[in-house]
């Protein structure tokens, strides 16, 4: 008789975006008349720029010529991409990344999803709480967890490193040392960012214990204020103890596409052991690189055309966001968030649980938004909300909340 990976078993209770879709359909199905607002998941709502449909069209042109056809990509990605990604995101801010240290992918939830492979079991690891799922879930999955403590909801293996309204919800050094630290900013689910001086003490501490940081850069596109580094390579000795996920997504509207890479400096090494080397080996082993014409339309992203593009749809969640952020602070919110990040972060109110405020904004408002605790303890009683619905919808919303 076969045998199944018991490390999923441990996965605590059921998916926070699939229980939210069970919930909305039972209530859609029992309110046909209803017109419900989804502000819940991060999924972008803008049409692909001209210059990416462009590129996409081309390649696709390509790939219709005998003399033109691609087959399967190189292992790293094709090199128009990857030297695109290292002169405009990191040789433009003065960080020494190179072409042949990236990764291209099909997205960075897949890579942070991945990345704990070439880690041993017995490694610690620490994650922000409130922590975007995919973490801790697929660290579990690895069988990296141990047990899972129901009352305290935490895993034994896991450092949960609280993010609360006192520390403007960024993580403080815990007294536990971790081996790996996920850290992500701007941060989903809370939208709070760290400044460069604070990013600089995790490089310096992860280089002093020994450990790797996992960051994932995958908002940096919504950066405004000019103290927030935009990667960890701005930070001075980076490249000994980081891994950077970076993702189309977000900035560039990939979310149906699928586009990412990952950043692992050739610096990054355990002993004599190039973490850059293991990381080429699982990929060119377990993954058969993004499209071609996926590639071409995220080297459009760089183009002259493509910046300018983006940089109007960027504008235009962000424009959400500040709508939100303003609108539920006039009506008594404690809200943060909205300002470098698409995410409003807000205090449930009248002492309710984020499940009770959930179920109260569906039920009252037809507005749909993340409960914290499916983030982890930390966001217990807080609730997030996205900008990246249409201007109209998100009028609505606010204007919906604001009537409760």
Known sequence: MFKINDNYLKLPGSYLFSTIGKKVNAYSQANPDKKIIRLGIGDVTQP?????????????????????????????????????IADNDYKARGCDIAADEIFISDGAKCDSGNIQEIFSLDNKIAVCDPVYPVYVDTNVMAGRTGVYDARKETWSDVIYMPCLSENNFAPEIP????????????????????????????????????????????????????????????????????????????????????????????????????????????????????????????????????????????????????????????????????????????????????WEFFDYLLENANVVGTPGSGFGPSGETYFRLTAFGSYENTVAAVDRIKAL
């Open 48 to 84: 692909l720029a001209p210059a990416i449909i462009e590129a996409l069209h081309g390649a696709v042109e390509e790939m219709g010529s005998a003399d033109t056809f691609k087959g399967y990509a190189p292992d790293l990605g094709y090199e128009f991409l990857r030297s695109a």
């Open 175 to 354: 007294r536990e040392t971790p081996d790996l630290i996920y850290l992500c900013f701007p941060n989903n689910p809370t939208g709070s960012t760290i400044t460069k001086t604070q990013l600089q003490e995790w490089v310096d501490y992860a280089n002093k214990v020994g450990a790797v940081i996992i960051y994932d850069a995958a908002y940096e596109a919504y950066i405004s204020e000019e103290d927030v580094p935009h990667t960890i390579y701005e930070c001075e000795g980076a490249r000994t103890c980081a891994i950077e996920l970076r993702s189309f997504s977000k900035n560039a509207g990939f979310t149906g596409v699928r586009l990412g890479c990952t950043v692992i400096p050739k610096d990054l090494k355990c002993g004599d052991v190039m973490l850059h080397s293991l990381w080429a080996r699982r990929h060119g082993t377990k993954y058969n690189g993004a499209p071609y014409i996926v590639q071409r339309a995220g080297e459009a992203v760089y183009s002259k055309e493509g910046k300018e593009q983006l940089k109007k749809q960027v504008d235009y969640y962000m424009n959400n966001a500040q709508y939100i952020l303003n609108g539920l602070k006039d009506a008594g919110y404690t809200v943060s968030g909205g300002v470098n990040a698409p995410y409003i972060w807000l205090k449930a109110p009248k002492g309710m649980t984020s």
